[in-house]
Every structure is written in structure tokens, then in C-alpha cells.
């Protein structure tokens, strides 16, 4: 995507180079910057301080991560110290554990000196890989999109409620849920983005605003709560959100939040799609509620906001008295039944075991 009429990717490396560079998130949108990633320490710095975030660029970070560590030492013993090191920096969103899986598959037969550059080899692939992957969802879901405006009769934008950021910023390029609505948008489709500002980290308010006001994509932020709201007023057509892991039988675990929202549209009868690309789903599980792994985040998250001063500085300024006892869960799972369908590279399939292996029969 542009920023300020220059075409960037969240992550990137040069061909000559060993160390990769990413957008730095957590500085968006008061500053953009980017951070250099020197090893292994500093790819799994960055994900779990959230410098980089959104599943399928943890993914691709955690396999740039491995690579380093492969440089660095190239050991039997570190073919697996390394796998179990990157994979546990966040637990719930599986395409960490999916590119993990895929770098070491390709580099453990190797002999040891051969591991390195292989691992690069793979971590562009699994890069390039991402972008296409995302430029194919933009096109199956922006269909929804078309299908909403027909059915208007051409007569209004189609309004859209999203949760959290899912944009390019959280892949490598397009997006997941916002890939949908560039590609609609791109496409002349009129559309209009409610942001939900999901807190606490409030990823629509400071990322999805960010990227939406840089495409021109017209966006109304609104506070988490007002969405269910907006529905029983008819304000909303579709909602669309990402996800980080979803189970085989199409239980969605996505940022907190996104159950109540699920919950909304079902009561007044809004159209629910999770927009993911095959890497996120898990295939060796079932039940989403009682089986993913919900990472606890730090309290002062909750208790604690960031902006930024007169001065330009980014400030984090206290909300909640000391000792507040917090709880911070940061994901929170939508059951299949309440998922209109699962959006993704190879099409729009019911949120169920047998909608999803219709589109990835090789997954038996
Ligand atoms: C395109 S995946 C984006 C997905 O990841 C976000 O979580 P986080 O910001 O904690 O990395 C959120 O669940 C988004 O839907």
C-alpha cells in the first residue's frame, strides 16, 4: 500500500541482506517509522511488543525470525531451540506456528551450513506467498460487497462494521478483511467503514483510520459498544472481520470483541463474514471455545492509554488508579453458528468441516 505516495510492504528485506526491516506499529499513526531487525531476539521482540501484529505477519516475521536464528547457529539442537523460542511469543494466532512448521520441515534434513540460506528461501516464499494470497481474498469477498450494493439497487454505499486492524499493516500486503474492502472500494464499489476502535489497544482507532484515511476510503470511528447499536438501526449492510485461528469445524478466534459483534449481527440479522486466509485455519482442532489458547496481555494495556503530546512525543497516560486488579484477554472465539461465512483465497464457504474441506480437499 501507499504512504504518502510511496508503495511500502509491513515487512521486507534486502536481497543482499540477512536482517529484515519492518513497519514499526506501534508508533502509527502519530509517527511512521520502520525498525531493522538484526536476529532472533529482535523478530521475537517485536512480536510480542506488537511492533509488528495481525496474524499472517506474525507468521511471516516469525519465519524471518527462524532464518536469523539459522544464520546465527545452525545446529540440530537449533533447528528445534528456535522453533519453540519464536512460537511461544504469542500463542493464539496460528500462522506462527504454521510458518514455524513449514521453515523447519524445509531446512532439518539439510546439513547444517545449507540450513541458513535455505531458510531465507523460505521465508521470501512464504512472503511473497501472503501477498498473493490477500490480493485473492480482496477478490472473493469484494464479490459480497458487489452483491450488497446490487441488492440496494446501487442506491447508497455499502456500510461495512469492522473490528480491529486487518489491513496491510497485519499482512504483508492488502489486508484480510480491509483487503475486501480496498478491493471493493478500487473497484468503484461506494462503501462507508465503521471502525470499531477496539480497545485496548485500540488497533482500528490508531491502524484501520490510519490506513482507510491514506487509501480514501470513507470511515466513521466509533466506540466498541456502538455497534450493536448501529444494527438494530440498519446502519450496518455486512461485517467483516479477521481472524488468528480457525478451527476445522469454522469456529473463529479473533481480537476481543468480535463474539458480542457476532452476537449483534445475529440478533438483527446482519451478514457476519470472518476473512482469513488458509494459513489460519487449524485443522487438528475442533472446538474453538474450549481448545485455543487466549493470550492474557499486560495490565497496563487496560490501564493505561497512548497518544501523543503537544509536542509530538508518544505518551502513555494512566486511566485506572494504581492497584487495579485488570483482566486483559486479548482474542475471544465466534462460534460457527454465528458466522454468516468464512472468506478466503479459494472462496466464500460455509462457517462448518464440510464448508471448509470443499475448499481444501487436500486437508481430508
Ligand atoms: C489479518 S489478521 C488481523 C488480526 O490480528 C489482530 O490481532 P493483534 O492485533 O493482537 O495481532 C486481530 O485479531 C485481527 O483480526
Known sequence: MKVDGVAYRSIWRDPSETTVTVVDQTLLPHRFD?????????????????????????GVTGAYGYAMAL???PSDANVDAAFDAINAARPTAVNLRWALEIMRQEVRDLAPDDRAVAAYVTADRLRAEDIETNGAIAEQGARLVREIYEANGRSRPVNILTHCNTGWIACVDWGTALGVVYRAHDDGIPVHVWVDETRP???GASLTTWELGSHGVPHTLIVDNAGGHLMQHGQVDICLVGADRVTASGDACNKIG????ALAAKDNHVPFYVVLPG?????????????????ERASDEVTHISGVAGDGSIVKVRLAPKGTKVGNPAFDVTPARLVTGLVTERGVAPASREGLRAL???KG
Open 201 to 203: 489497544r485500540n488497533q
Open 258 to 261: 468480535t463474539y458480542l459483534k
Open 360 to 362: 481444501y480437499p487436500e
Open 279 to 295: 494459513s489460519t485455519i487449524d485443522w487438528g482442532m475442533q472446538d474453538g471455545v474450549t481448545e485455543i489458547e487466549i493470550e
Open 34 to 58: 520502520t525498525l531493522k531487525l538484526m536476529n532472533v531476539a529482535d523478530a521475537i521482540d517485536a512480536i510480542k511488543r506488537m511492533v509488528v501484529r495481525g496474524a499472517p505477519l506474525i
Open 71 to 73: 544464520r546465527d547457529d
